[in-house]
């Protein structure tokens, strides 16, 4: 096998802000000689995953493909639960199938061909879909790209456990979110352009780039040079569950790495708690929205790099820093919606502390994904990450059906105090966590 460009070395020294290609902690010696190349693979992977993301946004973009084709509105109210629970909970009963392959990328080039598909099928639906059954083949066609999206995201953790090293995964991470932000900000430029509601062909072009943006996400995985690793301990998906749910009893690192992931939910739900006071108070439709999206590819350019940095050392301790920025963006979002609506009027405010969250957010993906990949061995990673991401998975739903009423009861503004709260405990919980790097 031909050795890595040396351009992909360079580039990937420079990214790494290390000469030495041959760091090459807890992977084979085949892989690190692969590594350079590797890297570059996976970031490419990554600009192609996020940019399909954002255009087939289901907090943005699905909805408008609903008001287009005229879905009942009871309908748009199920695409963000399926969209992320579709993901996450179905991944403890893949495990054990994925455990049984020696080369786990296809199984991530298996899911992207099939989030490409999937997305196919939603620019026909924006084209010819009308009414109820046009919005009941949307939600079909979500549970499709969210069922791939969970199989490629086991999958892509535990290629990259495989393929790039320790020290190098919580960089590889912060420059595929600084990547990522850039493709956000694209996202967030374009659809501010299509001013009140985009038609049914500029949506249908939306959803067919982030095809290809599926497509290009397969393609690099396939491109991945990737080792054959150890199949032992494949089992059936009830098989999977029973050992998964030993792991949380035998394992305490495990378990109390479980509860701070939690607790560090509060940030994602914070997220659209902040937008929506925003719309409410500010009065701004599209363009703030827009704004929005654009902030959040800005703070996600900013952030990343730094944030995996500072991961490869301690993504303990990223964890608990980014819980106490959740703190200060909730309880700052909460005294923005107690503020007399002369010093809130305007959008800028929001999309400030929205711009703050998302920097903060992106701290907490970034330090709990570093952090189970490097708690966990080659022989259950994948096992790990699928059993944590299912139990996430179940409480998205319970946690996000509970605050709904809460938000309904209490209004935003007190529960971005209570998500404030759960944050705190994130803190205490990240603090004892052991560290793994």
């Given at each position: 096998m031909a050795g890595p460009d040396i351009s992909q070395t360079q580039i990937y020294e420079w990214l790494t802000g290390d000469e030495n290609t041959r760091m090459c902690d807890d992977i084979p010696d085949s892989a690190c000689k692969d590594q350079p190349q590797n890297f570059m693979r996976h970031l490419w992977a990554s600009l192609g995953n996020k940019l399909a993301d954002e255009l087939s946004s289901a907090r943005l973009v699905l909805p408008w493909l609903m008001g287009v084709i005229g879905a009942p509105v009871w309908m748009?109210?199920?695409?963000?639960?399926?969209?992320e629970s579709g993901a996450l909970l179905p991944q403890v009963f893949v495990a054990g199938f994925i455990r049984l392959k020696p080369q786990r990328k296809w199984v991530w080039v298996a899911g992207g061909l099939l989030q490409a598909l999937s997305a196919l099928a939603l620019a026909l639906l924006?084209?010819?879909?009308?009414?109820?059954?046009?919005?009941?083949?949307?939600?079909?066609?979500?549970?499709?790209?969210?069922l791939a999206r969970g199989l490629s995201s086991?999958?892509?953790?535990?290629?990259?456990?495989?393929?790039?090293?320790?020290?190098?995964?919580?960089t590889l991470m912060g420059w595929s979110g600084s990547v990522a932000g850039a493709a956000t900000l694209l996202a967030g430029g374009v659809l501010m352009l299509?001013?009140?509601?985009?038609?049914?062909?500029a949506l249908a072009i939306l959803l067919g780039i982030a095809a290809l943006g599926w497509a290009l996400n397969a393609f690099c995985a396939a491109r991945i040079q990737e080792s054959p690793g150890a199949i032992d301990g494949g089992e059936n998906a009830w098989d999977s569950l029973k050992l998964g749910l030993s792991l949380l009893k035998e394992d305490r690192t495990f378990l109390h790495f479980n509860l701070a992931r939690a607790l560090l939910l509060s940030s994602a739900l914070a997220l659209p708690y902040i937008a929506l006071l925003g719309q409410q108070q500010s009065g701004a439709q599209l363009g703030g929205l827009g704004l929005l999206v654009v902030?959040?590819?800005?703070?996600?350019?900013?952030?990343d790099p730094v944030w995996g940095k500072r991961a490869d050392t301690s993504s303990r301790r990223v964890m608990r820093d980014a819980a106490a920025g959740t703190v200060f963006c909730c309880l700052a979002g909460a005294l923005l919606a107690w503020l007399p609506a002369g010093w809130t009027s305007q959008i800028w405010p929001y999309a400030l502390i929205y711009g703050l969250l998302v920097i903060v957010h992106h701290g907490v993906r970034l330090g709990r994904k570093t952090y189970l990949v490097d708690m966990a061995r080659q022989d259950n990673r994948a096992l790990y990450v699928a059993l944590s991401n299912t139990l996430t998975g179940i409480l998205m739903l319970i946690v996000g059906g509970v605050l709904g009423?809460?938000?309904?009861?209490?209004?935003?503004?007190?529960?971005?105090?209570?998500l404030a709260a759960a944050a705190l405990g994130a803190i205490l919980s990240a603090q004892q966590l052991p560290e793994v790097e």
């Open positions: 748009v109210g199920l695409l963000v639960p399926i969209r924006a084209l010819l879909g009308k009414g109820t059954l046009g919005g009941a083949l949307v939600l079909a066609s979500l549970v499709a790209l969210s086991i999958a892509t953790k535990d290629v990259m456990g495989k393929t790039i090293a320790k020290k190098r995964r919580g299509f001013e009140d509601r985009p038609g049914q062909l902030v959040s590819g800005l703070a996600g350019m900013l952030a009423g809460l938000a309904q009861w209490l209004g935003s503004g007190a529960l971005l105090v209570v």
